[in-house]
């Protein structure tokens, strides 16, 4: 089971970028995800909550609030950010999280359980 991430690279500041990570399993298929969410981490700095969807529902840091759409799409087991009026600190490596995974090997094996999936992160670099 795997995530992947992309729409990573370089924009100047005041411009848009969309990210899209989608979960995926070899021979198998993603019965349920629980939530999915982006975060970021910046050179020196701890990683963050950038945006989460959970139930429908989307949740914000603080720092991009108003600036960020996360969307998911279930069918598709992909969630999607689209981040408009980027700055310079918004410079940082996103990586993409599943939370309570379900999947199933083959046509017919039983339910397997995912606590944590991170994504290998893509690199977003905001030019002043």
């Known amino acids: 089971v795997q995530l992947q991430a992309s729409g990573g690279g370089l924009v100047q500041a005041g411009g848009s970028l969309r990210l899209s990570c989608a979960a995926s399993v070899v021979s198998g298929t993603i019965l349920s995800i629980a939530s999915m969410g982006w975060y970021r981490q910046a050179p020196g700095k701890e990683r963050e909550l950038v945006a989460s969807?959970?139930?429908?529902?989307?949740i914000y840091g603080d720092s991009v609030k108003g600036r960020f759409t996360v969307s998911r799409d279930n069918a598709k087991n992909t969630i999607y950010l689209q981040m408009d009026s980027l700055q310079p600190e918004d410079t940082a490596i996103y990586y993409c999280?599943?939370?309570?995974?379900?999947?199933?090997?083959?046509?017919?094996?039983?339910?397997?359980?995912?606590?944590?999936?991170w994504g290998q992160g893509t690199l977003v670099t905001v030019s002043s």
């Open positions: 969807s959970v139930g429908g529902r989307g």
């Open positions: 999280n599943a939370e309570k995974l379900s999947y199933r090997r083959g046509s017919s094996g039983f339910p397997r359980p995912i606590t944590s999936l």
